[in-house]
C-alpha cells in the first residue's frame, strides 16, 4: 500500500453529484440517445460510460 509523504496539490476534479448520476441513468433507461444525454448534463462520453456500467453492477 502505498502510504502519501506530502500534502497535494489540488484534490482533483470535483466528481459527478449523485443527483446528476440519477438524471443521466432515468434519461438512458428512457432510451434517450446517449449524445444527447451527454450534452445536457455536460459530462464527458467516459463520464458517461462509467455510470452506466457502475449501474449495471448494482
Known amino acids: 500500500m502505498t502510504r502519501l509523504t506530502r500534502q497535494l496539490a489540488s484534490p482533483g476534479r470535483p466528481g ?7 438524471a443521466v441513468i432515468n434519461a438512458f433507461n428512457q432510451g434517450e440517445n446517449c449524445t444527447e444525454i451527454i450534452r445536457r448534463f455536460q459530462i464527458s462520453k467516459s463520464s458517461f460510460y462509467r455510470i452506466i456500467k457502475q449501474e449495471e453492477h448494482r
Open 16 to 22: 459527478i453529484p449523485e443527483k446528476t448520476r440519477d
